[in-house]
């Protein structure tokens, strides 16, 4: 249990197209949804925090209108990386809190998005 | 405000090797401490969890102790395998952070055979 997916596993695109990357959580319910930023070597930057229904939170220095996040459903969240240039290549991770787990702190990771833009 | 301190890498050992990863934190109250393992080109896993002082998580021969006199989680194994290498996270969740993972920033451990 508490698998989460994530879809595409890697993409490579030209610079300044847009890319759409899904995070869902397969088998429970999540409200909230996490995207992380990893560059080779170092650790988890995290972008920002997506609630089913709201806008997304997104941490400080990190461009809204650019990296636009969704959270349409309690077992989808969508990150768009919009005008994509090659300094946004990398790694990206979602996770996902269990709504339905009495245990409120712990989150579920996807296997990673690996964004290349040309 | 909270943050995550962990041994730099990389960590080199031979097969069967006994291992130990230290980490400390800073924290207010009470956190929860994770470490989560990242494989080559994946995601992370969790690899085991204390949610209070002198809880031991424990998983595939891995253990850690949250030792609050201390503020220190480090992560040991035994023997370790050519298996187990990979980047390893240390992380807490504080109670006022929203459930924001805090993460150390990695410690990468090849194991020869």
């Known amino acids: 249990g508490a698998v989460v997916s994530q879809h595409p596993s890697w993409v490579i695109c030209k610079s300044g197209t847009s890319v759409k990357i899904e995070c869902r959580s397969l088998d429970f319910q999540a409200t909230t949804m996490f995207w992380y930023r990893q560059f080779p070597k170092q650790s988890l930057m995290l972008m920002a925090t997506?609630?089913?229904?709201?806008?997304?939170?997104?941490e400080q220095g990190v461009e809204k209108d650019k990296f636009l996040i969704n959270h349409a459903s309690l077992t989808l969240s969508t990150l768009t990386v919009t005008s994509a240039h090659p300094e946004d290549s990398s790694f990206y991770i979602c996770?996902?809190?269990?709504?339905?787990?009495?245990?409120?702190?712990?989150?579920?990771f996807g296997p990673g998005t690996r964004l290349t833009v040309l | 405000g909270n943050s995550v301190t962990q041994m730099e890498g990389p960590v080199t050992l031979s097969e069967e090797a006994f291992l130990t990863i230290n980490c400390t934190y800073t924290a207010t109250g009470y956190p929860s401490l994770f470490w989560y393992v990242q494989y080559p080109g994946e995601g992370l896993q969790l690899l085991l969890k204390?949610?209070?002082?002198?809880d031991k998580g424990s998983n595939k021969g891995f253990e850690a102790t949250y030792r609050k006199e201390t503020t220190s989680f480090h992560l040991e194994k035994g023997s370790v395998q050519v298996s187990d290498s990979a980047v390893y996270f240390c992380a807490l969740i504080g109670y006022v952070q929203g459930g924001k993972l805090i993460f150390g920033q990695g410690t990468e451990l090849s194991v020869k055979p």
């Open positions: 996770s996902a809190r269990d709504a339905g787990r009495s245990s409120y702190n712990e989150q579920f």
């Open positions: 997506s609630n089913e229904g709201s806008k997304a939170t997104y």
């Open positions: 204390a949610t209070k002082a002198d």
